[in-house]
């Protein structure tokens, strides 16, 4: 039996597939919440009368006129979203972007729910904390990312021994092939054409400089207890092998098909059973598929993300912020986008390292990296 669903973000690009998802295999939405109270969420609510409904932004003024526009209880604040994770029973779509996320991911799992986890952040700020309440609590985690929910499908019913390499695709975003000196001239209009996925702002930029990839090595380390070592990246711009994995006798697994997110969301609330899905029938034939090295002088964002995770503690809860903080400026015109990757690397450089063994150790290396790569974007790094 397919258990109901709560999606969290809503709102967002795997948010309104994960209710595309549910609404093909006919399970109930037990609650959905967005950050605000505009006119899509509105919608939402009115499709789905019975389900729970949690805002966590807006202004009083906003969320009064929101509850009387709707006509029923609305519920306003963070803790709200940590009780809907919590209710008992249910599937968790955690789509939230940024590091919000966190909180979400580890109330699943403490309630012993399975989490579909969109929001990379859990893992990459959290990765240890994550860990820790999946070991004590017995909730599942199950990637929605096309990535790993490629590898997780790929390593189900294989010995860990016997795994030689995880592969993580890459479609190299919109500015493959481009030398750095075009980079630094780079609009975000330009870096919001991704050639082959439609995704929230935030992980397209991500995908344009790399840093997307680098997180995702980051959580395939922490999904698969698989070294850093044996995570490689490789760029495929067809972005039709979405993971491979390579075996010690030296055969290979890969996972092909659609550039659709519906896909993995679905996976995730089926899983280990499949259900028809929403996804045109799809043909290898007359495709050419391309595989070749990412150009890491040209975005080093792949190495910095290697290096904080192999420095673990406090490292990628810095990388993390400090790369929320840059895209951010980025799309407001106050730092190029060449200056992304070195707002990171400064921030990584300037914060002091430490223990990562509890939710607030989290929280405060994500405030330090936040406030410190501000500092540096205000001095026009």
């Known amino acids: 039996m397919i258990r109901p669903v709560v999606v969290l973000g809503s709102t967002g690009s795997i948010g309104t597939q994960a209710l595309e998802a549910a609404d093909n295999l006919g399970i109930e939405v037990k609650a959905i919440a967005a950050r605000q109270p505009g006119d899509a969420f509105l919608a939402q609510a009115r499709r789905y009368p019975e389900a729970r409904l949690v805002v966590t932004g807006g202004s009083k003024t906003e969320r009064a006129s929101f509850q009387e526009a709707l006509g029923r209880a609305v519920l306003f604040d963070m803790d709200s979203l940590v009780e809907v994770a919590s209710m008992p029973g249910v599937v968790v779509i955690n789509g939230i972007v940024g590091a919000a996320g966190l909180r979400a991911t580890i109330a699943g799992l403490e309630a012993g729910n399975r989490v579909g986890l969109a929001n990379k952040e859990s893992l990459v700020a959290g990765g240890p904390v994550v860990k820790g309440a999946l070991r004590d609590y017995g909730g599942e985690l199950i990637p929605v990312d096309s990535e790993h929910s490629a590898l997780y499908q790929c390593l189900l019913g294989e010995n860990p021994e016997a795994v030689a390499r995880l592969i993580l695709t890459a479609s190299g975003g919109p500015f493959r092939g481009r030398d750095r000196e075009f980079l630094e001239s780079v609009t975000p209009e330009q870096a919001l ?189």
């Open 193 to 381: 054409d991704h050639p082959t996925w439609e995704m929230g702002q935030r992980i397209t930029i991500d995908s344009a400089t790399l840093f997307n990839k680098g997180l995702e090595v980051i959580e395939a380390h922490y999904l698969f207890d698989v070294g850093y070592d044996r995570i490689g990246v490789v760029v495929h711009p067809q972005s039709v092998v979405h993971s491979m994995v390579e075996f010690v006798d030296g055969s290979w697994k890969a996972h092909l098909g659609h550039a659709d997110m519906r896909i993995p969301i679905q996976y995730a609330i089926t899983a280990p059973e499949r259900a028809l899905g929403l996804a045109a029938p799809f043909s290898l034939s007359g495709l050419s598929l391309d595989f070749e090295e990412p150009d890491r002088a040209t975005f080093p964002a792949l190495d910095l993300s290697y290096r904080a995770g192999r420095e673990a503690g406090s490292s990628p809860a810095v990388l993390n912020a400090a790369d929320e903080t840059a895209v951010e400026a980025f799309l407001q015109g106050r730092v190029g986008f060449t200056g992304i990757t070195r707002v990171v690397e400064q921030t990584l450089d300037t914060v002091e390292w430490r223990k990562v063994e509890d939710y607030d150790a989290v929280v405060d290396a994500d405030r330090e990296g936040r406030a410190v790569a501000a500092s540096l974007i205000s001095g026009a790094c």
